[in-house]
T-cell receptor, first 115, second 114 residues
Framework: AQTVTQSQPEMSVQEAETVTLSCTYD???????LFWYKQPPSRQMILVIR??????QNATENRFSVNFQKAAKSFSLKISDSQLGDAAMYFC????????????FGTGTRLKVLA | EAGVVQSPRYKIIEKKQPVAFWCNPI?????LYWYRQNLGQGPELLIR????????DSQLPKDRFSAERLKGVDSTLKIQPAELGDSAVYLC????????????FGPGTRLTVT
């Protein structure tokens, strides 16, 4: 069975600073995808970044980057130059490529951005 | 491009009443997902459709929940009768195909059962 664990229920960061959100996962599959989704108070989930397990290079999207440690089964999200609009719930998610296409989500981390 | 549309956004009902949620996926997206998100939790898959076929409904409580996607486009999720524990946000998502892995979510329907 696949699991995703986010051990930080809430994080705070000063505007313009950098914050890292943690995620660990477990799967017996060798090929899978990992995602970070953002869910602002309006509730619409938005894809922030994704990482293919077979790629060694860490994914980056503008101010968002990941630190993917496959052996440790760790997948953290770094937000640089934090902005007020980054305040949201962040969910880490895993899906395998074996055919079930089922997303497993973590419990989320609430990010507060302080002005 | 229009996103995933869901209605209603909010619904308050008394227990034992029926309720239905509607979802219209992004045009051209063959795969449609219904999730339930309890307070303080991540979404949990209820059912996945490939076109009009339900290919994964293993987490759908079939005694009271039903879903349909008759023409392979929009979908309806129904609960009858609703219970207090059904209070949650019901999210719809779509993707071009399951192997695209990237899902696009709607704004959700917040259900409160009193």
């Amino acid at each position: 069975a696949q699991t995703v664990t986010q051990s930080q229920p809430e994080m705070s960061v000063q505007e313009a600073e950098t914050v890292t959100l943690s995620c660990t996962y477990d799967t017996s599959e060798s090929d899978y995808y990992l995602f970070w989704y953002k869910q602002p108070p309006s509730r619409q989930m938005i894809l922030v970044i994704r990482q293919e397990a077979y790629k060694q290079q860490n994914a980056t999207e503008n101010r968002f980057s990941v630190n993917f440690q496959k052996a440790a089964k760790s997948f953290s999200l770094k937000i640089s130059d934090s902005q007020l609009g980054d305040a949201a719930m962040y969910f880490c998610a895993l899906t395998t490529t074996s055919g079930t296409y089922k997303y497993i989500f973590g419990t989320g981390t609430r990010l507060k951005v302080l002005a | 491009e229009a996103g995933v549309v869901q209605s209603p956004r909010y619904k308050i009902i008394e227990k034992k009443q029926p309720v239905a949620f509607w979802c219209n996926p992004i045009s051209g997206h063959n795969t449609l997902y219904w999730y339930r998100q309890n307070l303080g939790q991540g979404p949990e898959l209820l059912i996945r459709y490939e076109n009009e076929e339900a290919v994964d409904d293993s987490q759908l409580p079939k005694d009271r929940f039903s879903a349909e996607r008759l023409k392979g486009v929009d979908s309806t999720l129904k609960i009858q009768p609703a219970e207090l524990g059904d209070s949650a946000v019901y999210l719809c998502a779509s993707s071009i195909r399951p192997s695209s892995y990237e899902q696009y979510f709607g704004p959700g329907t917040r259900l409160t059962v009193t």
